[in-house]
């Protein structure tokens, strides 16, 4: 059976997906958690900058912007 899980930096704008994992450790994770970035939590790709990074995301209805390489660490399931 095929994972339908992938990094949150490879959904497109328009998708969301639900956070079902975090590789990331110390101060950036608690920061994460901070903003919202959750375990269950829905999020969706709004925008990308003209160059694909940094990513605007919208998570319990406010935007957030991270790096590829911070999203990249993000695992989602698709919705």
């Given at each position: 059976?095929?994972?339908?899980?992938?990094?949150?930096s490879d959904l497109k704008v328009?998708?969301?997906?639900?956070?079902v994992k975090m590789d990331i450790?110390?101060?950036?994770?608690?920061?994460?958690?901070?903003?919202?970035?959750?375990?269950?939590?829905?999020?969706?790709?709004?925008?990308?900058?003209?160059?694909?990074?940094?990513?605007?995301?919208?998570?319990?209805?406010?935007?957030?912007?991270?790096?590829?390489?911070?999203?990249?660490?993000?695992?989602?399931?698709?919705?």
């Amino acid at each position: 059976m095929k994972s339908n899980f992938l990094p949150l930096s490879d959904l497109k704008v328009g998708e969301s997906g639900v956070i079902v994992k975090m590789d990331i450790k110390g101060k950036a994770r608690q920061r994460f958690l901070a903003m919202g970035l959750i375990k269950g939590e829905t999020v969706t790709v709004k925008r990308m900058a003209p160059l694909g990074d940094p990513v605007d995301f919208i998570v319990k209805g406010y935007h957030l912007s991270l790096r590829k390489s911070e999203a990249r660490e993000i695992l989602v399931e698709r919705e």
